[in-house]
């Protein structure tokens, strides 16, 4: 079974600039996760989809960040403009879904962001 | 508010040593448990989880956990520890009576010297 895919996996750009992440889920997965990991932290979670609803974008900094899953299969996530504190890990992850269940969340390897 | 504590931020055992990684939860619910493993320069990989029944949940690369509800923990641990075991762990809790969030300890480093 192919795991989360993930895309690119490196990028530095420079401040004021946009970025583009994109996401393929494990196959069947309804909910799809944003993470962002920063250097030293645990993830905190971005925006949480189920099928191509938004559960959870409560710490999405939507002045500057953005994300979609149309079909309720792909994600994009973007940042435009970009700071240099959003330099980070974005992680995509996919589980069942089913709210409340516990259904294991699996993860991409990540998309590793330098904002210089 | 669900949220789950790493008291430790980093773990030095030596090879062959039993380990153990902490961890406290907080919800305002039952737990769901989970147990986490990052490579260097890699996502998270899933260890193990714990959802109903025993206590004691055994997981991938020897590892167990044991919950304890009235101490509100979830210790990861692992009889004889490996070098290749060195990196870093995460725990996270998801509340069932909520909705599907799932929160991430801060994470423990974990060295294992030869």
């Known amino acids: 079974e192919a795991g989360v895919a993930q895309s690119p996996r490196y990028k530095i750009i420079e401040k004021r600039q946009s970025v583009a992440f994109w996401c393929n889920p494990i196959s069947g997965h309804a909910t799809l996760y944003w993470y962002q990991q920063i250097l030293g932290q645990g993830p905190k979670l971005l925006i949480q989809f189920q099928n191509n609803g938004v559960v959870d974008d409560s710490q999405l900094p939507k002045d500057r960040f953005s994300a979609e899953r149309l079909k309720g299969v792909d994600s994009t996530l973007k940042i435009q403009p970009a700071k240099l504190e959003d330099s980070a890990v974005y992680l995509c992850a996919s589980s069942p879904g089913g709210l409340g269940s516990g259904n294991t969340i699996y993860f991409g390897e990540g998309s590793w962001l330098t904002v210089v | 508010a669900q949220s789950v504590a790493q008291p430790e931020d980093q773990v030095n055992v030596a090879e062959g040593n039993p380990l153990t990684v902490k961890c406290t939860y907080s919800?305002?619910?039952?737990?769901?448990l989970f147990w986490y493993v990052q490579y260097p320069n890699r996502g998270l990989q899933f260890l193990l989880k714990y959802i109903t029944g025993d206590n004691l949940v055994k997981g991938s690369y020897g590892f167990e956990a044991e919950f304890n509800k009235s101490q509100t923990s979830f210790h990861l641990k692992k009889p004889s520890a490996l070098v290749s075991d060195s990196a870093l762990y995460f725990c996270a809790v998801r509340d069932r009576s909520r909705d599907d969030k799932i929160i991430f300890g801060k994470g423990t480093r974990l060295h294992i010297l030869p």
């Open positions: 919800v305002s619910g039952n737990p769901y």
